[in-house]
């Protein structure tokens, strides 16, 4: 019994111990928060504000100082606008007070050659923001149908008309896109520079590269030290490359960047440098009907349609299948010409092409892709032919298997293996194509492709004939 009534004894006693226990922490936790309102209440009258205005007085101070900064520029500005997609664009905007703007911009033709007012606003979202409020030429990139600027249907060339200030550095503002972080440079135009805006000076310039590339498709530099630099413009998507050796001459270098049109002729976004060779312009030579580098002296821009073919250290026929899983040809290449492909292999495809359509089954052909297995030493020839029947068009794989061997001196020499039924099918109408593949030994050579790096093949046996295909590493 004594045993009992002591564990009743020590059981009561640590109840009541925790409970004082308990008692004694609710009360320094009713201390503590009466400490913490004390202290608050001190610090509230202790404080003073780090501004002397409001948030709200300091927004609009903030646009009031952007507005002034947007019509400060007598002459208007020059602006440069980089999109998401890759391209760029040159703009002129000059801001009034009454809320409008009139620009130019060198979109397309007529946005070069008519100025067009639209109307701003600053507003204050998260930060002062420049928002062009009505259509206008600064809305073309950013618009979501995609046959207003070639662009993705829905997303357009993923650009922006509304714009935060990131930097402002004495007569410039940098600015960046509200939705797309699209990059957005104004400069101060000059008087001189706005008449010559004003008077379609960037509609020429466009008018004469336009005409220019046209007769010029095979764009060239020169540099002093004789390294020739094979150069591609674009104007649709308002892009540049060059193509040249790395210094180490190991791998072939391929340099894109966005360009803008100016009064004098093309600016890059960035500038290309190969090896102690650095330009960010081309001008135009009104007189030469040319473009120029500005290197050490000018130099102009030579024309040759002859491929280019690169010799890196490391030929095409030892990464093949590699750092190269294929060759991609496109569709018609009698239309859509690559360098490297002869008359005689755009007569042999036209000929193919027209043996399908008039067949049974009136057969379109389309693209084909050379795919290498270097494990197996496999080239897979991939034919994709198309076929519309009620309006309905169905793209089918035609595959013919070969195995191929390189010998000492880097040819390639194909054997047929096989194929899937579909290439059975059309095996008859490609025989002037596929004769070349049982017959010939092909030489494999890197060709300058602009912003692509070609791969050709050259027949050892036929030297009249010859195809080639972008290099892929997919």
């Not at 791998?251 to 093309?266: A, M, N, R």
């Not at 050490?296 to 040759?304: A, C, G, I, Q, R």
């Not at 029947?389 to 054997?415: C, H, I, P």
Request: net charge negative.
């Amino acid at each position: 019994m004594k045993v009992i009534h002591m564990e009743y004894w020590v059981t009561n006693m640590k109840l009541f111990i925790a409970m004082r226990m308990r008692k004694n922490n609710q009360l320094r936790s009713v201390l503590f928060a009466i400490g913490v309102v004390i202290l608050m209440a001190a610090c509230d009258n202790e404080y003073e504000p780090i501004f002397n205005e409001t948030t709200d007085e300091r927004v609009q101070e903030a646009l009031t100082e952007y507005n002034t900064l947007l019509r400060s520029a007598p002459h208007g500005w020059k602006a440069m606008l980089y999109t998401k997609a890759g391209g760029g664009y040159f703009y002129y905007f000059d801001f009034n007070e009454n809320g409008t703007v009139n620009m130019v911009s060198d979109f397309n033709e007529t946005s070069a050659a008519q100025p067009m007012d639209g109307t701003w606003v600053l507003k204050a979202l998260q930060k002062p923001t420049l928002t062009f409020d009505t259509y206008s030429y600064i809305h073309l990139p950013a618009d979501p149908d995609g046959n207003v600027n070639g662009g993705t249907s829905g997303e357009g060339l993923l650009s922006d008309f509304e714009f935060t200030f990131v930097r402002v550095s004495g007569d410039s503002i940098i600015m960046k896109g509200l939705k797309h972080s699209t990059e957005l440079y104004l400069l101060k135009a000059t008087e001189q520079e706005t008449s010559r805006i004003l008077e379609d000076g960037i509609e020429d310039v466009l008018q004469s590269t336009t005409v220019y590339l046209e007769d010029n498709t095979g764009l060239k530099l020169l540099l002093p030290n004789n390294t020739t630099v094979p150069l591609a413009i674009d104007v649709g998507s308002k892009l540049f490359a060059a193509q040249y050796l790395s210094s180490d001459e190991s791998k072939i270098e391929t340099f894109i960047s966005p360009f803008t049109f100016s009064l004098d002729g093309i600016v890059l976004k960035s500038p290309v440098t190969i090896g102690a060779y650095s330009f960010r312009e081309l001008f135009w030579n009104e007189d030469k009907g040319l473009y120029t580098v500005q290197l050490s002296n000018p130099v102009d821009l030579v024309n040759d349609t002859e491929p280019y073919f690169f010799h890196p250290a490391t030929p095409l026929h030892s990464v093949i299948g590699r750092t190269y899983k294929r060759a991609l040809m496109p569709e018609n290449p009698g239309v859509n010409r690559l360098p490297g492909q002869s008359d005689a292999f755009i007569e042999a495809y036209n000929e193919a092409a027209g043996s399908l359509l008039i067949g049974p089954y009136a057969l379109t052909l389309q693209e084909m892709s050379y795919v290498f297995d270097p494990v197996n030493k496999l080239m897979y020839y991939d034919v994709v032919i198309a076929q519309t029947r009620n309006g309905v068009t169905s793209r089918f794989l035609a595959k013919f298997v070969y195995e191929y061997e390189v010998n000492d001196t880097g040819d390639v020499k194909f054997t047929a293996i096989g194929s899937n039924d579909n290439a059975q099918v059309i095996s008859f109408d490609l025989r002037v194509i596929l004769q070349h593949f049982d017959k010939d030994t092909f030489k494999l050579e890197y060709i300058a492709g602009g912003f692509q790096l070609i791969g050709g093949f050259y027949s050892q046996k036929s030297p009249e004939y010859s195809f080639s295909g972008y290099l892929l590493n997919q």
